[in-house]
Each structure stands twice: as structure tokens, then as C-alpha cells.
């Protein structure tokens, strides 16, 4: 096991203690890239790096380049679209991520907008805050109910079946799901939910959550023909990543009345740019990336992340590598 200190480059920021332990072993560079001010320092450090650890950044294959000595990309999330992965691969780079410890939460992020968006809290909020809560409220500001409705979920991983169990047995809602691997059902979602095709999940379900990841694959997998097969008056959310989206046929969706309203914590860019549409379309309930957003989980997942780093530091094995002999 290699003891030697070694460079390290961390950027995004993690709690004192974690950014302490890594310090104790080796050289730390704290650099932001998306500061404007911090972008020359991160490119300067990553020339020497042996380990990144961070998130919320695309790291393309050039700019990895000058990182020669480079050995593991610790990612301090679980989605990994932000990594060129054949480059790595080819490099020999291990990449670490930071599954299962965010899975609970960002099915609560998920489960909290098919709530907002069927019984329309941010719109309702509003009209208390804006002082239009007058007399009691009719029909035109119903929303619609939750509970029994069918379920589809498109990609049933960890995120995925946490939001099914929060649907089927807690909400006795039907659920179907798709998902483009034999994913073994949970025992306690046995009998309770049912895979389906990608299409009849849209054309079936009354409310369609997204939790896949974002690959060449899924990339604008959700594009006009896909919201239209989707039940007229259906609701959608997502909580993976937006580009998997085709925002403009999601707005004609919405538009046209096909689609009642859409919940989306994700963007194709982010963040969302200040003239995009969909900032400020009332059918639309929008959140900053907040999946993961909480104080327990994002200690934990910075925990795990630094763990993983110091360990392929090691020259141990990481508790979560992603494993790019999958692509
Ligand atoms: C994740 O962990 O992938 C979250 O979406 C944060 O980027």
C-alpha cells in the first residue's frame, strides 16, 4: 500500500473534518472550476493531481489530459454523466461515486413533486401568499389525488424501486415500471409491482417519475413521441437528469393540454437558464437539482466520496467504484 503523500485536488466543497482528513495524508489544492477566479488555480493543480474528489462539473477528456498523473476521480455523487467514461476507461482511472447513501432521499425529492405537482401546493401556496385566498376555493383550483393513482416509473435501480416502495405501500398505488435490465424486484415490492414496456409504462400510468441515468442511450429518450404517447391529462417528473428530456416537446406537451403539469428538479442546462420557459410556466413546478439536497445525505455522500479517494490512494480497493468495464 503506497503511504506517500500525494496531490490532490479538491473541487467542490466538503466539510472542514473530511477536507482535514485529507490533509493529514496529502497535498491539497481547494479550487472551484466554475469560479470564474479559481479556474487558472484548478488547471495549474490538476497538472500534478493524483486524485480529484468533487461534483457538479464536466470534466472533459482535454482538459484531463494535462492531468498525467491522474489515478482516481472521486465524484461526489451518483450519477457519473459529468465523466468522459471511454477516456478513463483507456486511462486506467478509477472513478468512484457515491450510490445507496443518497438513494432514500432523492426518492423523497422525487415522491415530493408527484405530490406538489397533482395537488398544485407551489401554485396554491402562492395564491395564500399573494393574498388571493379570499373566499373558500371551487373546482378551478382542485388538485388531483395521489393516492391509487397508477405509477410508472421508467428506470427501477435504487431510486427507482425506493419510489415504488413509497407509492405501493404507502400510497396503494399501482406501479409499473421499465427498465432496460432484468432488475431483480425487491422482496417487498413482490406482487406489487409489474414491468411493462417502455411505452405502455407512458401510455398506461397516470403519473411517469424518470429515475434513469443519463447515458448515449437515454439522451433525449423522452422526446415528442414519448410524451405523446403518454396518457392525455398524465402528469410527469424528473428527478435523474434533464437532458435525458427533450425540453421543447415537454412544452408542447404541457402546451397543447396533453400533459397536465410536469415536476422537474432537473435541467439540460443547469442552472436553468433565466429566460427558459420553463421557469415560469404554470404548469410547471421547478426545483434547483435538490435530489440529494439534504444535510444528513449530502455529509454522507462527501463521507463516502473521501473514503473512496483515500483509499484508491492506498492503493486499496474503493468502497463504490463505478465500473467502466460496463461500457
Ligand atoms: C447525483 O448524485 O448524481 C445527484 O444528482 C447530484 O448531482
Redesign the pocket.
Known sequence: MGTSRKHVVVFRKIPDDLLGRIAERHDVVVADPRRADELPRFRDALRDACGLIG??YKLGASELAEAVNLRVISS????VDNYELPFLKQRGITLC??PGV?TET?ADTVFALIIATSRRLVELSNHVREGRWTRNIGDDLFGWDVHGKTLGVLGFGRIGQAVARRAALGFEMPVIYHDPFDVPVPAVLDGRVQRASFDDVLARADIVALTLPLSDETRGLMDARAFATMKPGAIFVNG??GAIVREDALLAALDSGHLRAAGLD?FAVEPLPHDSPLRSHPKVTPLP?I??ATHETRRA?AELATENLLRVLDGAAPVSAFDLSRI
Open positions: 461534483s457538479s461526489i455523487s451518483v450519477g461515486h457515491t443518497l432523492t435523474s437528469r432537473v437539482h435530489g440529494s455522500m
